[in-house]
Nanobody, 115 residues
Framework: QVQLVESGGGLVQPGGSLRLSCAAS????????MGWYRQAPGKQRELVAS???????NYADSVKGRFTISRDNTKNTVYLQMNSLKPEDTAVYYC?????????WGQGTQVTVSS
């Protein structure tokens, strides 16, 4: 069992930055593929970025060049650095930990980009 706790969301002006954190319980964090997803009102949840246990990253086209995902296996934490935020980035952001046959989600953190 893995518990994921996200933090770092909030209200930011367009062009601003936020860093989300997702702290995971458990001793095999380094094995998980970690991902950040988001869900805006009335829309489906979508992948924002992921990082595997070798450090390979993947990004949605809409965030490439603006967002950076990273992980610190010594702290059981994955991060999402979000720069040049746009109003369309407004959503609830969720952290996910995955292995074959296993899938865990955090409770989500709200990110609102508005002037």
């Amino acid at each position: 069992q893995v518990q994921l706790v996200e933090s770092g969301g909030g209200l930011v002006q367009p062009g601003g930055s936020l860093r989300l954190s997702c702290a995971a319980s458990g001793s095999i964090f380094s094995r998980y593929v970690m991902g950040w997803y988001r869900q805006a009102p009335g829309k489906q949840r979508e992948l924002v970025a992921s990082i595997d246990n070798g450090g390979t990253t993947n990004y949605a086209d809409s965030v490439k060049g603006r967002f950076t995902i990273s992980r610190d296996n010594t702290k059981n934490t994955v991060y999402l650095q979000m720069n040049s935020l746009k109003p369309e980035d407004t959503a609830v952001y969720y952290c996910r930990a995955a292995l074959p046959g296993l899938n865990y989600w955090g409770q989500g953190t709200q990110v609102t980009v508005s002037s």
